[in-house]
C-alpha cells in the first residue's frame, strides 16, 4: 500500500458528460501529481500541483482541470467526455515537487466512456 | 524535450532465465533515472533509481547502470521468477527549467514469466 488513496477505483460514463476524480496523498506529502495511461499514448503527465498552486503543466486538455485544496487533496476534473479519453487515471505524491523526491503512486481510477 | 524509449514488449522467459530490458532516453538536462514496475491491478511502484552518471541502482535482483556517453539505463536481472510478471516502465525525471519533479516515461514492457 503506497499510502496514496484514488476514488473511485471504476467509473463509467456516457459522452459528453463530466467526472472527479479524486485522489488523496500520503500524509506528509505537500505535491500531487496526475498522470494518464491510455494504450495509445502510454503514460503521460498531466499536471502538478504544490502545496495547494499549480506547479507544472502537461499535455492536458482544456476539457479537463485540476485543484488542490487546503486539506491537500486533489481533484481531477474531466468534462465534455470523448470515448478516446477512456484511460487509467493515475495520482501520485511526493514530499516536495522536486527532482529525487520519491512518487508514491496510487491504484488508479479507470474511466470508461461509452 | 524529454523522451525515454524502451524495447519493444512482450517479453516471455522461462523461470531463472536472464532479463534485459533496454531503455535509452533523450533529456535536455542531467536526468534522474528510475524503473517502475506495475503489477496486474496496481499502480506503479518504484524499483530502483540512479541519480548520476555510472551509478548503480539495484533492488529486488534487479539492476540497472546510468550511463550516460550511449544515454542508456538498462535494466538487468540474473534469474527471473514467476512473480516478476509484471508493466516495467523506465523513466526520467529532468533538472531543469519548470521540470519541478515530473517524470517522462518509456511505453512500458510487458514481462511474462512461465514455470
Known amino acids: 500500500d503506497s499510502g496514496v488513496t484514488q476514488t473511485p477505483k471504476h467509473l463509467i460514463t456516457a459522452t459528453g458528460q463530466r467526472v472527479t476524480l479524486r485522489c488523496s496523498p500520503r500524509s506528509g506529502d505537500l505535491s500531487v501529481y496526475w498522470y494518464q495511461q491510455s494504450l495509445d499514448q502510454g503514460l503521460q503527465f498531466l499536471i502538478q500541483?504544490?502545496?495547494?498552486?499549480?506547479?507544472a503543466k502537461g499535455n492536458i486538455l482544456e476539457r479537463f482541470s485540476a485543484q488542490q485544496f487546503p486539506d491537500l487533496h486533489s481533484e481531477l476534473n474531466l468534462s465534455s467526455l470523448e470515448l478516446g479519453d477512456s484511460a487509467l487515471y493515475f495520482c501520485?505524491?511526493?514530499?516536495?515537487?522536486?527532482?529525487?523526491?520519491?512518487?508514491?503512486f496510487g491504484q488508479g481510477t479507470r474511466l470508461t466512456v461509452v | 524535450g524529454d523522451s525515454v524509449t524502451q524495447m519493444e514488449g512482450p517479453v516471455t522467459l522461462s523461470e531463472e532465465a536472464f532479463l534485459t530490458i533496454n531503455c535509452t532516453y533523450t533529456a535536455t538536462g542531467y536526468p534522474s533515472l528510475f524503473w517502475y514496475v506495475q503489477y496486474p491491478g496496481e499502480g506503479l511502484q518504484l524499483l530502483l533509481k540512479a541519480t548520476k552518471a555510472d551509478d548503480k541502482g539495484s533492488n529486488k535482483g534487479f539492476e540497472a547502470t546510468y550511463r550516460k556517453e550511449t544515454t542508456s539505463f538498462h535494466l538487468e536481472k540474473g534469474s527471473v521468477q514467476v512473480s516478476d510478471s509484471a508493466v516495467y516502465f523506465c523513466?526520467?525525471?529532468?533538472?531543469?527549467?519548470?521540470?519541478?519533479?515530473?517524470?517522462?516515461f518509456g511505453q512500458g514492457t510487458i514481462l511474462t514469466v512461465h514455470p
Open positions: 500541483y504544490y502545496n495547494g498552486e499549480e506547479r
Open positions: 523513466a526520467l525525471q529532468n533538472r531543469g527549467g519548470t521540470s519541478y519533479g515530473k517524470l517522462t
Open positions: 501520485a505524491s511526493s514530499v516536495e515537487g522536486r527532482v529525487n523526491t520519491e512518487a508514491f
